[in-house]
């Protein structure tokens, strides 16, 4: 199934989520954790070729999730993976690259739209039911 990688601030809020994706049947040992987006990045470059998943808050120290949605498509970018202009949202529209869920109390329509550019494949607004999560999982092929 390949590992997820959740990066939250919130300890509280990352068991929440690893706990869900365990109910829903993701293998625990394949739960990949990071308080911030730095240590998400890191994690993300470690584990490239086994993530299939990125969870992310957007309000985070050191690096929120924003940004890291941001770094992690441009070296999508970089590799090949993803191209450029009008056919970086083609490529993620059409599920290249790694998927990106935010996560976040950030509901607002503007912040929506600003994720869905930076290359965010899925939406999630706290709080959110177990139900919800994996229906976003589900629309993502990923479950």
Do not use: C, H
């Amino acid at each position: 199934m390949g590992k997820i990688l959740v990066v939250e601030d919130s300890s509280t809020m990352r068991r929440i989520i690893k706990n869900t994706l365990v109910k829903i049947g993701f293998n625990k040992d394949d739960i990949l954790e990071a308080e911030d987006g730095v240590k998400g990045w890191e994690l993300y470059r470690k584990y490239k070729d086994e993530i299939k998943a990125v969870l992310t808050d957007w309000n985070m120290p050191n690096m929120n999730g924003l940004e890291l949605v941001k770094k992690i498509r441009a070296f999508e970018q970089q590799q090949g993976i993803l191209g450029k202009g009008p056919q970086f949202m083609k490529d993620i529209k059409s599920g290249k690259g790694v998927k990106i869920v935010m996560i976040t109390t950030e509901g607002g329509k503007d912040s929506v739209i600003e994720a869905l550019k930076a290359g965010v494949n899925n939406y999630v607004v706290k709080p959110f039911t177990p139900q919800s999560l994996k229906e976003k999982l589900s629309q993502m092929k990923l479950i």
